[in-house]
């Protein structure tokens, strides 16, 4: 069944992009298309053109639409990605859709969810809002966008970043005849039915960014006990929730980007400084930290994050249950250097955001539940004929390299791209090498 278009509005970004605003309405559940509906928020973007004459029907360029990492994060403004430019290009009108529950499309908040009932029905309903059902979405607008077009060009392109490249491999699954072509960026998944191996890998390269960290910042080692010192000893308030001494870890999901090193760095220094002139935290520094936490604004990546690996089994807070095995994450004690984590959700994000502690039993019954249906078809994957070409880095601190090559030899076709001189965010950072790469594979260009 095709999307139904609720509303359409056009702008420009002068000198540069023709902007359309939609808004969409499509089933919760698909296999009950007559019950309850969400409303999803797409932009569609394509060149600004202004002819000197003007043109009797307009063409009708084929789609490319972008799936956003996350899980849990809505697309920006189109103006602020640097591969939009390329991709128009090439020939190619985009399409910036906010996944289910995110951004614009029926934004998902602890009040928001209140509206499903008690913590059981909301969870109930949470199992919607994974890859699977992003997908039937895209289906869905698909089938609207291109019920003009030519039969022949009725497929479409996507762009997957991240948790958007796990949807993208869904979608080669599940809806194949749907794709003229996908594109991947850090975002191969592990072909896992729990996240337990996952976790495994992600400490590992967790780890290795630590001691880079220290290896480059070396007098940040005293500084962070200090830091985790004053934290375990006072009650540290933040807009969000509390500053507590695991919440302060969780910054180094910042290691993953480019550039992530220098940014917890300055951080830390903040924290420092603030420490030894004044003896707590000051506002600037709690802001800065505060900013860069963001459990509270996106809550299906705190509570849906270990649920995108899970088929037929559950995740039991893997990410929490594996940290207990590893001393160096322990916030105090005689470790000679605190650790930060990663892209790991824990339970105890439950007690320092205030938004996810109204979610506890929501949570916990779905890092209790196993029925999780299957997210990927090997037996398709392997006779795959859509063309899939993937950027994949060595170093990826999120996507474990060697889980992410294994999903990669059992994609009929793939053509990759591998460097260990980028990291996750590269598609942000890199925009323009990325993108010329992925089109060399496209275009068959490299010798």
Known sequence: MAAKLIDRRFHNVPGKLRVAELFFDVPVDYSKPNDATLRLFARSVSRLNKPVEPVKEETKLPWLVYLQGGPGFGC?????????????????????????????????????LARQGNAIQQAEYLKHFRADNIVRDCEAIRKFLTKDHPEDQQKWSVMGQSFGGFCAVNYLSKFPEGLREAFITGGLPPLVDEPDPVYARTYEKVMQRNKAYYEKFPEDVERVKKIMAYLTN???????????????????????????????????????????????????????????????????????????????????????????????????????????TGEMVFKDMLDSYSELGQLRDVAEALASTSDWPALYDEAQLAKNEVPVYAASYIDDMYVHYDLASSTASKIKGIKQFITNTMYHDALRSKSGEVMRQLFNLRDDSID
């Open 234 to 340: 006072n009650q540290v308030a933040l807009p969000s929730g509390l500053l507590t001494p695991a919440r302060f870890q969780q910054l180094g999901i910042i290691f993953g980007f480019h550039g992530g090193l220098d940014i917890l760095h300055e951080i830390v220094l903040r924290a420092w400084n603030d420490l030894e002139v004044f003896g707590s935290l000051t506002v600037p520094t709690l802001a800065s930290i505060d900013g860069n936490g963001g459990m509270d604004k996106n809550i299906i990546y705190a509570i849906l994050h270990e649920a995108i690996y899970c088929q037929g089994k559950s995740s039991r807070w893997s990410a929490d249950r594996q940290r207990a095995e590893h001393p160096v994450f322990q916030t105090c004690g005689s470790q000679p250097e605190i650790y930060f």
């Open 76 to 112: 920006a403004a189109p103006q602020n990605y640097g591969w939009v430019e390329p991709v128009l290009n090439k020939g190619y009108q985009i399409l910036f859709l906010d996944q289910r529950g995110t951004g614009l499309s029926s934004t998902l908040t602890a009040r928001t």
